[in-house]
T-cell receptor, first 112, second 120 residues
Framework: EAQVTQNPRYLITVTGKKLTVTCSQN?????MSWYRQDPGLGLRQIYY???????DKGDVPEGYKVSRKEKRNFPLILESPSPNQTSLYFC???????????FGSGTRLTVV | AQSVAQPEDQVNVAEGNPLTVKCTYS??????LFWYVQYPNRGLQFLLK??????LVKGSYGFEAEFNKSQTSFHLKKPSALVSDSALYFC??????????????????FGQGTTLQVKP
């Protein structure tokens, strides 16, 4: 089944403790992206990647890092999480066929 | 800058009645427009898209959307609402900016979302 897999689904952590949210897709898609969803703000892009080793900042990149060492994986790294990064995070991927993104099921992160 | 607006935070409709969820956009050039739906505790599911061609686009679960270039709108519609349609709906446009300067940057710009409540 074609899908985008995110882990973990839920995470509660403390301020300053580094964490990584993993994202993997099995569709051989070139594009991958991370979004955060906050009430009243919709989804905002954090980072995106057009292909292996090619990444760029989205609209809200502060406090986040990404890497794209392999085509299928696009982890989101929070080096020093803060409470304002409490949010629902989605990973998504898309091929070159002009269609929409396929989204993962989301990761609900709480930073206390 | 490209943007999307969903003017209604919530839309309430009775089951069996037609529904409309509104979306307006602002882009430079031709828009690539999308609708996604999010059910509680689930990810986003693709409903339909407009790239080019017929202004009336048909999508999943009986939904359709009408592209209106003069009004810069892309409203989501369904002739007869179901209780199971109750969810959060997002309109999105693909950004054609980015440092590569092509239409293939892939970034989606979302509206703030509209909660659809269908009552029995």
């Amino acid at each position: 089944e074609a899908q985008v897999t995110q882990n973990p689904r839920y995470l509660i952590t403390v301020t300053g403790k580094k964490l990584t949210v993993t994202c993997s897709q099995n569709m051989n898609h070139e594009y991958m992206s991370w979004y955060r969803q906050d009430p009243g703000l919709g989804l905002r892009q954090i980072y995106y990647s057009m292909n292996v080793e090619v990444t760029d900042k989205g609209d809200v990149p502060e406090g986040y890092k990404v890497s794209r060492k392999e085509k299928r994986n696009f982890p989101l790294i929070l080096e020093s999480p803060s409470p304002n990064q409490t949010s629902l995070y989605f990973c998504a991927s898309r091929g070159y066929n002009g269609g929409g993104y396929t989204f993962g099921s989301g990761t609900r992160l709480t930073v206390v | 800058a490209q943007s999307v607006a969903q003017p209604e935070d919530q839309v309430n409709v009775a089951e069996g009645n037609p529904l409309t969820v509104k979306c307006t956009y602002s882009v430079s050039g031709n828009p690539y427009l999308f609708w996604y739906v999010q059910y509680p505790n689930r990810g986003l599911q693709f409903l339909l898209k407009y790239i080019t061609g017929d202004n009336l686009v048909k999508g999943s679960y009986g939904f359709e959307a009408e592209f209106n270039k003069s009004q810069t709108s892309f409203h989501l519609k369904k002739p007869s609402a179901l209780v199971s349609d109750s969810a959060l709906y997002f309109c999105a446009v693909r950004d054609i900016g980015g440092r590569w300067g092509s239409s293939n940057t892939g970034k989606l710009i979302f509206g703030q979302g509209t909660t659809l409540q269908v009552k029995p």
